[in-house]
Every structure is written in structure tokens, then in C-alpha cells.
């Protein structure tokens, strides 16, 4: 397939909105699997049993769809105008991980995928399918082999002229497109992001134990949290942006072409009091078009009053103690230890 496809191809993509583009073959990530099996066979995937159960896809993509002869993968940026830091000393409001400030970026980058592919297949024919973390595959190791960056000590994607606040989509294609050179590390002997982690979820340089990260255990862990990790988590209510603010190839982070990516008003530094009296339908109502709202009321309040009891403030006190009595275990278990810590009883030790 001829490199002027190709280059025809990144004008398209780029034009659509996103800020980099790189092929790769479904079949140039050999190393992936290994990884994928140590991770799990050490439990660091934690709840996660999807990993486990389409380890054989994730570790292969040439397996997901043999008939693909490329992947294309590209970037979406989605960079803050701000410390993403700053929230977390305000102990009285919440602090939600930047990506979530605003509309979902599954809906967002999947509808630029299928435009990029239609083309695609208006220009060249063959087949695509478009994925955007909602299947089985490894969007960090296919990016960095189709040369779009490498994946840092955090074991996030980071690129010298992107810095490492982007999405990442992904289309699988029969066409056989020019391949890119694979990207290189460069973290050199830098250890701000592993330094930064609130909770030491980094065992070493480019490994992360998920059970804990404070964005797997705000979104993905179900039930409570330990105990021994809930002070860690401090006001961050959904996500955590530490280990990607503190990366020094920021300086070089690219702007959000989307507004919709900016962060809206309400979800900025929003106070803890009001989220925990959300109920299900007031949690769906201001979280529609937000990826916040998959998590449900339930596990989202369970992250508001952890926060609430780490704030320090009496005064939250019986915004906590409202809800010991809730339907939910571990909305209602969360509620106790909050009331306790702000309290000095019991439940907090």
C-alpha cells in the first residue's frame, strides 16, 4: 500500500482532531503477552477479571481479528489549563481526575475513529473496527510500537512533543499500510511520577499494582476500600492525575483541540458536601455525558465520603452521618468511618 495513502491518511486524521498518528502490524507487540501474564498471575489487576478471562486477545492482537494487516493508532489530546494538583489542598472539595472534567472521551474519540476510517475505506476500501478502550486491546504497547510515544515509568503513554495528557484510539484495518518506527524510552533517570504516587501503587519502574491505584480504586474496585489505603486517597473522588502531573515532558504537552475536553465549572473543585447528598437520580442527572456516571451513585458517594473523612472539618460530620443508615454496605460503611475520623470514634481505627 503506497505511502501516499498514508500520508493522506495522517492529513485526515490530524484535520479531524487528532494530534498524532503511527501504523503498526497487529502482530508487533510480542512482548506484550508475557507482561499481561505476570501482571495477572501476581493479582495486580485486582477486580479486574476481564483482564484475566480475554488475557489471550489482549496479549495478541493479532487474535482479535486476524483478517487486520495495520493498526492505526492516534492521539487525542486532551491537556488541562491548570495544576490538576491544586484541588487536592482544598480538603473541603473534591478533586476528579481531569480527564473526567467534561464530556466522555469514549464518545468523543470514537466518532473522529469512524470518520478517519470511512474515509479510509472511501479511499482504499478494505475493513476497519475501531476500538477506544472498550475491548480487548493494548492501546499503550500499539501506540508505542507505531511510534507515537513510549510508556513511561508510570506505564502511561508519553511523547516528547505531546507530553502525556492524550487518549489513545485505535483502527484495525485489512489494508496493508507503511509501517512506523517503534518510539524509544526517554525517561532517562527521572522518578517524578513514581515519587508523586500517593499510595506507592509503583513496585518499580514501569510496573503498577492496580490494587493500589487510586484510579482503580475509585472507579473499578467494588465494596470497600482497606481501610489502610483510604487516608492515602485524600479528596481525589475519581481518578488521580499525580503521576501524569508530574512528568516533566509536560513542557512540551500540546493543547486540547476540543472544548469539550474543558474542564466544566461545577466539576473543577466541587464541594464534597453536595455530592454526598446525591441520590441516584440526581447523580445521573449531573453526571450524563460524563464517564463518571458508569461508576454508579453508590461507588461515587463511597469516594465522597472518604473524602469527607479525610478533610479534617467537624463541620462535615453529619453529612457523613446521614448516611450510615444508606441501602448501600459500602456507601453506609463509608459513612461510619468518615463520621469517626471527624469525630475520634471508633469506626476510624
Request: hydrophobic share 45%; glycine share 8%; with cysteine.
Amino acid at each position: 500500500m503506497s505511502a501516499e495513502l498514508k500520508e493522506r491518511l495522517v492529513t485526515t486524521a490530524l484535520a479531524e482532531g487528532f494530534s498524532k498518528v503511527g501504523v503498526t502490524a497487529p502482530d508487533a507487540i510480542p512482548e506484550a503477552a508475557a507482561r499481561l501474564a505476570a501482571f495477572v498471575a501476581e493479582g495486580r489487576h485486582g477486580q479486574m477479571g476481564w483482564m484475566a478471562e480475554r488475557m489471550a486477545w489482549r496479549g495478541n492482537p493479532a487474535a482479535l481479528w486476524p483478517e487486520a494487516r495495520s493498526v492505526i493508532m492516534l492521539a487525542e489530546v486532551y491537556s488541562p489549563d491548570h495544576d490538576p494538583r491544586a484541588v487536592t489542598a482544598l480538603r473541603d472539595r473534591a478533586a476528579i481526575s481531569v480527564y473526567a472534567q467534561n464530556r466522555d472521551y469514549h464518545d468523543l474519540v470514537k466518532k473522529r475513529l469512524k470518520r478517519v476510517g470511512r474515509w479510509l475505506i472511501d479511499a482504499a476500501g478494505g475493513e476497519i473496527k475501531v476500538f477506544v478502550d472498550t475491548a480487548p486491546v493494548m492501546e499503550k504497547p500499539l501506540a508505542a510500537a507505531a511510534g507515537l510515544g513510549w510508556q513511561g515509568k508510570h506505564t502511561n503513554l508519553l511523547a516528547r512533543d505531546l507530553g502525556n495528557w492524550f487518549f489513545l484510539g485505535a483502527i484495525f484495518t485489512t489494508l496493508d499500510l507503511p509501517k512506523d518506527t517503534p518510539a524509544r524510552e526517554n525517561c532517562g533517570s527521572c522518578t517524578a511520577c513514581l515519587d508523586a504516587c500517593p499510595t506507592a501503587a509503583f513496585p518499580a519502574p514501569f510496573q503498577l499494582d492496580a490494587r493500589r491505584c487510586i484510579s482503580y480504586l475509585t472507579i473499578e474496585h467494588e465494596g470497600p476500600v482497606d481501610p489502610a489505603l483510604r487516608p492515602q486517597l485524600g479528596n481525589r473522588i475519581y481518578g488521580c492525575d499525580d503521576c501524569l502531573a508530574a512528568c516533566p515532558w509536560n513542557k512540551f504537552a500540546a493543547e486540547a483541540h476540543d472544548l469539550r475536553y474543558a474542564a466544566r465549572p461545577d466539576l473543577k473543585a466541587p464541594p464534597l458536601a453536595d455530592l454526598a447528598r446525591l441520590d441516584d437520580a440526581a447523580f445521573r442527572a449531573r453526571f450524563s455525558g460524563s464517564p463518571i456516571k458508569r461508576i454508579g451513585r453508590d461507588r461515587f458517594v463511597r469516594n465522597v465520603l472518604y473524602a469527607i473523612g479525610n478533610s479534617g472539618d467537624p463541620a462535615l460530620a453529619p453529612v457523613a452521618a446521614a448516611l450510615r443508615g444508606d441501602d448501600d454496605p459500602a456507601v453506609a460503611d463509608a459513612a461510619a468511618w468518615a463520621e469517626a475520623r471527624l469525630t475520634g470514634g471508633d469506626a476510624a481505627r
